[in-house]
């Protein structure tokens, strides 16, 4: 009968209308802003920089090795390294970022910074309602906005952050435990080298240091 | 300059005589080409005489700035360039760069590639016949039908890689994190769902007298000039010839699965249409089979290495078939880190070669839904 | 069927195209894709054969695109036997070492990858070289054997500069039709500015 595969496709429809009342397959959006979807752990937008503490200053991870910089598909980021160091999380001391921009407007989120990070310094943020009525400074975030603290990264990240941090644990005890064992070792050496007629073969018995001729 | 000079694109001749042919500019921003694409079309009454398509104003070479770049950093570039199914381009990427460089992938790896490769070219086609069914004149209804399974389908997606549209999941040497039980089993649960989906959305129009009329006969493709023109996809197998990547490369673990390749016999509108819809079917059992078999393991090769990968020089032309068609990769190294030439083949635009020979003589209504029914996205017709 | 290897096809070509020189190129990535560098003038005939061969039957050309060389240069020191005047005003035959620059002349390349679409096999690579890269950059065109090439030739012309004898429709595909300059050769050098220049370049 002509007509018919019309009224079926409009009993599809019917069903479809009604359904959604019912059914939540049927109805898959939710009412923004006031009602929201929790996002998945996964979820991945703009990236930000890490800091151990309270100070987002003294305790940012980064050490400026510039990876993410070279790495970074949009080339998006820059960074420049500092003259002096600082001690990092296990004590050794390291440089940082003295500048550490990134321009989000190019930047893809493609999260291949956080990758290549051998440092945990930088992760993905998941904000999303991201808006400036400044188009280009307010586009470009620098190292104070980037800064956030690791609790808000085990908020945002939580399964990530606790495998992150109990990696950093254990690189610390394990720094701590040599540090330890050197100590004991230089404790040893210098008791040793105290004994006359006997010298140690590494490093102890170096020549004497050269005279520094200043220029 | 040379070869001859093209028409003047705005040239609009508002009125024409008894006879007397009419130009029509349709596009760039016409709402039926699916993005920025002009027809530029002459008209004698409604028929088409002659049809040349024109692109170029999503160009941004893709090519160059992955030649400048290292080979990791072209993957969230390729997601890019079919917008729709940035899964299936990091696959086919990823897979010259395995070609290129010799990288075994874990079988893991390969299992979830297929499995979200499947799913994206179900979203894809799903959200294709949305369009196409739009394109006629059915305002909305399916196509909301369609997305409304697409973004289920997303949400796996944001779950598994981080961002529902851009993932750049895939590496060379497997995938770039594991997925989880819990995401394995609202895959399934996803899977189960859908053959009810699929069946609304059949019933939905298939035998709709009006689609019916509008489809039927329209833009019909032969089946020498299909293979001759490079064809490929859908599109080819709706006229008949019998070429899926996935049966005659069997790249991955395409040979452990069971399925079967629906082919067209009019090469019509009406048979793209109907080929997708099967395909759909198809789909859902390499999903089944793959969430089944799938095994334990590692995903990545670790003897890969991500930065600063180098392969010897060489060449590989890797391929595979994306939801559009064949989507190949052509690379050549030179020993350094970032490749010497980088090449897409870009189904969408390789199908869009033979636009105009199946536009002529057709109404310049049914253009609309000839170039709907050959599923472009300007993302990669541009690059 | 198997593919023949690529040094058979050679024979198959050599045998079927008479005048015809093909040359097997190695490929040295574990793909092992090698390909056939046939000469540009018997370009279409040996196309033609491909195509119709009852045992090859490549009626699928896939994958279409430039590749561009560009000139290089060699140095190598040589010895050379020089009359030099000394200081005494003597003149005295010497060995000099001088180095000496040899330019090869670049090229630009079209490589075409064939698949058969009734025997299932591939892919056949086959190249074609320019003369050089400023102004013998004519390859004949293989539309007239594959419609595939139609598009893809018009990009390899607009991005590496090639001139395809006998394509029907040679125009810009993805540039603009003002625009002078072939963006994917590996000397261009973009503007200085982000901000889209339209029409010619001075």
């Not at chain 1, 290549?116 to 906005?145: H, Q, Y």
């Not at chain 2, 997925?179 to 399934?188: F, G, I, P, Q, T």
């Not at chain 2, 009810?196 to 493709?221: C, H, K, P, W, Y």
């Not at chain 3, 299932?120 to 190249?127: C, E, L, N």
């Amino acid at each position: 009968m002509l007509g018919e595969g019309i009224i079926q496709g409009l009993v599809e429809t019917a069903r479809n209308f009604f359904g959604s009342y019912v059914e939540k397959d049927r109805l898959t959006t939710v009412q923004y802003p006031e009602e929201r979807h929790t996002l998945p752990e996964a979820s991945r937008n703009f990236p930000f920089l890490l800091y151990d503490g309270t100070d987002p200053e003294a305790g940012l991870r980064c050490v400026a090795c510039q990876i993410c910089e070279k790495e970074c598909p949009p080339r998006c980021i820059h960074i420049e390294k500092s003259k002096d160091k600082k001690p990092d999380f296990v004590g050794k001391q390291q440089a940082y970022p003295v500048v550490f921009d990134i321009d989000v407007a190019v930047c893809m989120s493609c999260q291949i910074c956080v990758e290549v990070c051998p440092f945990d310094a930088i992760r993905m943020d998941k904000e999303f309602e991201l808006s400036t009525s400044n188009r280009f400074g307010g586009l470009l975030w620098t190292k104070k906005e980037l800064a956030k603290p690791n609790e808000y990264y085990r908020k945002i990240h939580p399964v990530e952050a606790a495998e992150t941090d109990e990696r950093r644990e254990q690189e610390l005890a394990a720094a701590q435990a040599k540090a330890a064992a050197a100590e004991a070792a230089r404790a040893a050496q210098t008791s040793a080298s105290a004994t006359p007629g006997e010298a140690s073969g590494n490093g102890a018995s170096a020549p004497p240091a050269k005279t520094v001729v200043p220029q | 300059m040379s070869g001859p000079v093209v028409d003047d694109p705005i040239a609009v001749k508002p009125i024409a005589g008894p006879g007397e042919i009419m130009e029509v500019s349709m596009g760039p921003h016409h709402p039926s080409t699916h993005g920025v694409f002009r027809m530029d079309v002459r008209l004698d009454g409604e028929r088409v005489v002659r049809l040349k398509p024109v692109f170029g104003y999503l160009h941004r070479n893709h090519e160059k700035i992955a030649e400048h770049g290292a080979y990791l950093a072209s993957i969230p570039y390729t997601d890019r360039l079919d917008y729709l199914c940035s899964m299936t381009n990091n696959w086919g990427y990823v897979l010259a760069v395995e070609k290129l460089a010799g990288i075994a992938v874990p079988e893991r790896a390969e299992y979830i590639r297929v499995i979200v490769g499947e799913l994206t070219r179900f979203q894809n086609h799903a959200g294709l016949i949305g369009f196409l069914l739009q394109d006629m004149g059915a305002s909305g209804t399916p196509l909301m039908y369609a997305f409304r399974e697409r973004e289920k389908i997303l949400d796996l997606f944001e779950a598994l890689s981080g961002a529902r549209m851009m993932c750049n999941y895939m590496r060379f040497g497997g995938v770039r994190v594991d997925c989880s039980a819990e995401w394995l089993d609202e895959v399934r649960q996803l899977v189960g769902r859908l053959p009810r989906f699929l069946d609304e959305f059949e019933s939905l129009l298939r035998a709709n007298e009006i689609l019916m009329a509008r489809t039927q006969g329209v833009g019909v493709l032969p089946r020498e000039l299909a293979i001759s023109a490079g064809v490929t996809g859908p599109l080819l197998r709706a006229s008949g010839v019998n070429y899926d990547i996935r049966k005659v490369d069997k790249y991955g673990i395409y040979d452990r699965f069971d399925f079967r390749v629906p082919l067209g016999d009019h090469g019509d509108v009406y048979d793209r249409y109907m080929v997708r819809l099967l395909e759909l079917r198809e789909m859902l059992k390499i999903l089944e089979q793959a969430l089944r078999d799938i095994p334990e393991g590692p995903v990545m090769d670790p003897k890969t290495r991500l930065r600063g990968l180098r392969p010897k020089a060489g060449e590989a032309y890797g391929r595979i078939e994306s939801p559009k068609g064949e989507l190949g990769f052509f690379l050549i190294s030179d020993g350094t880190g970032n490749p010497y030439r980088y090449r897409v083949r870009p189904p969408s635009m390789i199908n869009l070669t033979i636009l105009e020979d199946m536009c002529l003589g057709q109404n310049i209504a049914d253009v609309v839904i000839i170039l709907g029914s050959v599923d472009i996205v300007l993302g990669e017709v541009d690059r | 069927m198997a593919l023949p290897s690529p040094e058979e096809i050679k024979t198959l070509l050599e045998t079927g195209v008479p005048g015809l020189r093909v040359t097997v190129l190695a490929n040295g990535s574990p793909s092992a894709q090698h390909s056939l560098l046939i000469d540009r003038e018997h370009g279409c005939a040996a196309a033609e054969f491909l195509r119709d061969h009852a045992e090859l039957r490549l009626d699928f050309c896939s994958n279409v695109t430039g590749v561009d060389w560009p000139d290089t240069e060699t140095t190598e020191k040589v010895k050379v036997k020089k009359v030099v005047t000394g200081a005494d005003g003597v003149e005295q035959e010497q060995e000099v070492e001088e180095t000496r620059k040899t330019k090869v002349p670049g090229y630009l390349e079209a490589v075409y990858h064939l698949f058969s679409m009734t025997q299932k096999h591939g892919p056949v690579v086959v190249r074609m070289r320019t003369a050089n890269r400023t102004d013998d950059t004519h390859l004949p065109s293989l539309t007239p054997v594959w419609r595939s090439a139609e598009f893809q030739e018009r990009e390899a012309f607009d991005l590496f500069g090639i001139v395809f004898d006998g394509h029907p429709d040679l125009r810009r595909i993805l540039m603009w039709d003002g625009f002078v300059d072939y963006p994917m050769r590996k000397d261009y050098v973009p503007p200085a500015d982000d901000i889209l220049i339209t029409g010619v370049k001075a």
